[in-house]
């Protein structure tokens, strides 16, 4: 997955013939549970109407920072409709933003260090900064694309078990 779908989300449309509560109690019984961690498969649910529902592989070695298919779920003339987005979970989103505004905060200091310098002796160590600060900068990306290598996979058996649980069509939503 691009990092760019990660953080701004592909969008998708959810139309199922079941009410918004039926729906509810369809996926419920046989998604796993967000809190328990050793699910494999699809967890979550329909919280607060909002579906959230993300795959989970193996509990040792899983990214928890995947992807999740969220948006609210609304009752229509005949069922239910979603307008969903497959994208970072929001906490991830804020890691991404702190780490990086810490990285900044830590250039600035070495700037200001190296400008400041009066023959300390500060200078001789700036390869070494620069080198952990380029290996902090790429760290998260290269997990990033390591954890959600799968994605496309894990969001197809999301589709999957969504149309055998509830019945419901799953389209590209059109741009707005």
């Given at each position: 997955?691009?990092?760019?779908?990660?953080?701004?989300?592909?969008?998708?449309?959810?139309?199922?013939?079941l009410?918004?509560?039926?729906?509810?109690?369809?996926?419920?019984?046989h998604?796993?549970?967000?809190?328990?961690?050793?699910?494999?498969?699809?967890?979550?649910?329909v919280?607060?109407?909002?579906?959230?529902?993300?795959?989970?592989?193996?509990?040792?070695?899983?990214?928890n920072?995947?992807?999740?298919?969220?948006?609210?779920?609304?009752?229509?003339?005949?069922?239910?409709?979603?307008?969903?987005?497959?994208?970072?979970?929001?906490?991830?989103?804020?890691?991404?933003?702190?780490?990086?505004?810490?990285?900044v905060?830590?250039?600035?200091?070495?700037?200001?260090?190296v400008?400041?310098?009066?023959?300390?002796?500060?200078?001789?160590?700036?390869?070494?900064?620069?080198?952990?600060?380029?290996?902090l900068?790429?760290?998260?990306?290269?997990?990033?694309?390591?954890?959600?290598?799968?994605?496309?996979?894990?969001?197809?058996?999301?589709?999957?078990?969504?149309?055998?649980?509830?019945?419901?069509?799953?389209?590209?939503?059109?741009k707005?």
């Open positions: 997955m691009l990092l760019v779908d990660y953080f701004k989300g592909q969008r998708f449309e959810l139309r199922s013939p009410s918004p509560e039926d729906f509810k109690a369809t996926i419920e019984p998604a796993g549970s967000i809190f328990w961690p050793f699910k494999e498969g699809i967890v979550g649910g919280y607060w109407g909002r579906l959230r529902l993300s795959y989970h592989g193996s509990p040792l070695f899983d990214y920072a995947k992807p999740t298919l969220s948006g609210p779920i609304t009752g229509s003339g005949k069922g239910s409709y979603g307008y969903l987005s497959y994208r970072a979970p929001t906490w991830a989103i804020a890691f991404f933003g702190f780490w990086y505004l810490m990285m905060l830590m250039v600035s200091v070495l700037a200001v260090i400008m400041t310098d009066n023959g300390g002796g500060e200078l001789a160590a700036i390869p070494f900064f620069t080198l952990i600060l380029v290996i900068a790429i760290v998260p990306i290269g997990m990033h694309r390591l954890g959600t290598r799968d994605s496309e996979n894990e969001l197809k058996a999301i589709f999957d078990f969504l149309t055998k649980q509830t019945d419901a069509s799953i389209t590209p939503a059109t707005v």
